[in-house]
């Protein structure tokens, strides 16, 4: 028996998840397999997802990508957490920044001291104890400095805003550079084994032209049609527009307006909410809305009057369905990307999702053949990602107050998923927050929101009024000015980009 059975792995269709899977696998799977992708130029891409969270960062250190050439080839800023507008009530706005909120210091955590003094009107904003927060607000950005230990600039989290068509476009010349096959071609149906072991198994996909691609492995980054994982393989699709109705939105570029913001803002209108991306080249917008509550036209209309630069083309729409595939491995064929479900951006979630589908599949990656045990513990570690990120957007609709639109009062009144009830409680109990293991957003995240969306706790943890009054009020004191301190210091986010990583 030969020592490697599988050898051909099979990438169907080159969006983000597409070539972002052609980059890590072959990087981390060397020459051993072949590897070959099929993509369609003229059936193209989303070409949005273009915010992202912290942890792109650990999927460019093992690619070995340089941060300033990879902004530069991108037209990429940087992103230092996002800024709600509108979200608990019209006018409110709130920061979910990225990293760690105050510094731990007695026996609970930092939040429970500030929820005391909070209550006794001697806290500031939550912001204020957060460098991350403080610079986004300022427009200033520096990466960490972990030679300064015990700083706040030795604890700056940040991700990337980048154009999403660049962004495939150079993860393609670096899975070329390391051996990935691209074949250009439009796929119009894929042929099982049949017979033999594993006959549900996809032995090949064919091509309009005739030509058959073979493999062992298929990894579906199709995109929302999910070619195999599910007109092929039927696997079936959980819908969650009941707890997430948005179902359509219109992307549209305009020109870039100066200060150059190193966050993402998310605005909500009547029946949804717009993104807003700076990148160096143009600002990103679009408009996520329901359709049962607002017509593509005054979409269209609500997304032109809050443009903050001239439009560089049309609305262009974009329908979904929220929700994920009943199992993400199916068979031989592993779905990654918009073929795996949808999430909506609000919290920048799903290149993440493909990040974290590629390391599972790593994780469990097959040898001679296919284990049930993997595939199935695949699929379940798929699935509680997916559900915990599904209830953190949740809550963002559900905790509102806004008295002014039908949508936000049916979305404050629908049944929320039991786990997200939990959760919401026990923090209004004593601002406790439980996370679950492994959970993509951390207690820091789901404060951030809570606390930004009104929703506040009955009471603080008890043993945060052991502390004296003072010696928290000073303390709390002192850690608002270090940072303020260390935000002083930083550059401008568009001088740092100017120097470092501008295009040319
Ligand atoms: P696609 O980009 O659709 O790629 C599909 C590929 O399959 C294409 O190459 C196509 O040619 C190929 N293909 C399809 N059918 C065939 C065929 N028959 N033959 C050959 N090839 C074929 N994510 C974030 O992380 N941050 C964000 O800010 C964000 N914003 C978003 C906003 C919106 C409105 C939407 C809808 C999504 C957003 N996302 C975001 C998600 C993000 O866009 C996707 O996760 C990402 O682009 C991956 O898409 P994909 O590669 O799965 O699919």
Known sequence: MPEQLLQDIVIVGGGTAGWMAAAALSTVLRDRYRIRLVESDEIGIVGVGEATIPMIQRFNRVLGIDENEFLRETQGSFKLGIEFVNWGRVGDRYMHGFGRVGQDLWTVPFEQYWHRLRALGKAAPLEAYSITRMASLANRFMPARPDIPNSPLADINYAYHF???????????????????????????????????????????????????????????????????????KTGYEDWTHWLPCDRALAMPCESVSPLTPYTRSTAHRAGWQWRIPLQHRTGNGHVYCSRFISDDEAAATLLAHLDGKPLADPRPIRFTTGMRRKIWNENVVAVGLASGFLEPLESTSI??????????????PDRG????????????????????RDFIILHYHVNQRDDAPFWQACADMSIPAALQEKIALFKSHGRIQRFNNELFTEVGWLQVMEGQNLRPQRHHPLAALQDEQATVDYLESVRDVIAKCVDVMPDHAQYIAEHCAAP
């Open 163 to 233: 154009d999403a068509s660049l962004y495939a476009r150079y993860l393609r010349r670096l899975a070329e550079q390391r051996g990935v096959v691209r074949i250009e071609g439009k796929i119009t149906h894929a042929t099982r084994r049949g017979e033999g072991a594993n006959p549900g198994h996809i032995d090949a996909v064919v091509l309009e032209s005739g030509q058959r691609v073979e493999g062992e492995l298929f990894i579906d980054c199709s995109g929302f049609r999910g070619l195999l994982i599910e007109q092929e393989l």
């Open 370 to 389: 296919f284990d049930a045990a993997d595939i199935d513990e695949f699929n379940r570690n798929s699935r509680f990602h997916y559900e915990r990120i």
């Open 352 to 365: 993440h999702l493909i990040q974290s589908a590629i390391q599972q599949l790593i994780d469990f990656f």
